[in-house]
């Protein structure tokens, strides 16, 4: 069996308390799934909980990898409000790096992006770099790439799985990455049609993500 890729993307949302319900109904659902080592699941929740489901995961002993929606391009310093790799290399194995939301409102440019790559690559942090068209430019030393066509993301239509395939196939045959995740509106009902594609490796989930049973649902049906 090839690697499979659940990445979950809380971005924005998410209290203390909701990921404490988050994380024990989950526990309670993983037992019951039996997930293979081929099948990495990977949470991505906001700053501010990554301690809190780092405690969860190894209480609960889920078969969970912890990564960051962002990173900071600078190294430790003075920089207020960012968060270090050396920093956040303690708590996440995986970084989201250029998220089209981080393009669009934190102006984040490809400069800014491919610092964030070596910043990562510099401590040991698999970045998952986004982009919303096949043209984009990859920085060097990323191995898994997610494509998230921008009407995709968040609007209940996702993409073809035409279009996810020849994008992703495009992508590997074009770069030296080693995994292509499609995002954009993944769910239960919809996510085998990608995962079954010869050159889509996983998938990047927002708002189905959010509740245990809509990512197991994803997991189970994929
Ligand atoms: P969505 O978000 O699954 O809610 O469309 C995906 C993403 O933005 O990563």
Same mark, same amino acid.
């Given at each position: 069996?090839?690697?499979?890729?659940?990445?979950?993307?809380? @971005?924005?949302?998410?209290?203390?308390?909701?990921?404490?319900?988050?994380?024990? !109904?989950?526990?309670?659902?993983?037992?019951?799934?039996?997930?293979?080592?081929?099948?990495?699941?990977?949470?991505?929740?906001?700053?501010?909980?990554?301690?809190?489901?780092?405690?969860?995961?190894?209480?609960?002993?889920? $078969?969970?990898?912890?990564?960051?929606?962002? %990173?900071? $391009?600078?190294?430790?310093?003075?920089?207020?409000?960012?968060?270090?790799?050396?920093? =956040?290399?303690?708590?996440?194995?995986?970084? %989201?790096?250029?998220?089209?939301?981080?393009?669009?409102?934190?102006?984040?440019?490809?400069?800014? =992006?491919?610092?964030?790559?070596?910043?990562? &690559?510099?401590?040991?942090?698999?970045?998952?770099?986004?982009?919303?068209? @096949?043209?984009?430019?990859?920085?060097?030393?990323?191995?898994?790439?997610?494509?998230? $066509?921008?009407?995709?993301?968040?609007?209940?239509?996702?993409?073809?799985?035409?279009?996810?395939?020849?994008?992703? @196939?495009?992508?590997?045959?074009?770069?030296?990455?080693?995994?292509?995740?499609?995002?954009?509106?993944?769910?239960?009902?919809?996510?085998?049609?990608?995962?079954?594609?010869?050159?889509? !490796?996983?998938?990047?989930?927002?708002?189905?993500? &959010?509740?245990?049973?809509?990512?197991?649902?994803? %997991?189970?049906?994929?």
């Amino acid at each position: 069996m090839r690697k499979q890729f659940f990445v979950a993307n809380w @971005k924005s949302h998410k209290t203390i308390e909701e990921t404490r319900e988050w994380f024990s !109904d989950m526990s309670l659902r993983l037992h019951e799934l039996n997930i293979s080592d081929e099948q990495k699941l990977i949470v991505c929740p906001p700053y501010p909980l990554l301690s809190f489901c780092h405690e969860a995961i190894s209480q609960h002993h889920l $078969p969970i990898t912890l990564g960051s929606e962002d %990173i900071s $391009p600078f190294p430790e310093g003075a920089y207020t409000g960012a968060v270090s790799a050396r920093l =956040l290399r303690e708590l996440v194995t995986y970084t %989201i790096i250029g998220h089209s939301e981080r393009r669009q409102y934190f102006s984040e440019t490809v400069e800014i =992006l491919s610092e964030k790559v070596k910043m990562s &690559l510099a401590s040991g942090i698999e970045p998952i770099y986004c982009i919303s068209n @096949k043209e984009e430019k990859i920085p060097q030393g990323v191995k898994i790439v997610a494509y998230e $066509p921008l009407s995709a993301i968040g609007s209940g239509h996702p993409d073809s799985p035409d279009d996810a395939e020849a994008v992703a @196939k495009f992508l590997k045959g074009n770069n030296d990455i080693a995994h292509v995740l499609y995002g954009g509106s993944v769910t239960a009902e919809d996510v085998n049609s990608y995962m079954h594609l010869p050159s889509i !490796d996983g998938v990047l989930v927002g708002g189905a993500s &959010l509740t245990p049973e809509g990512f197991c649902g994803i %997991i189970q049906h994929a």
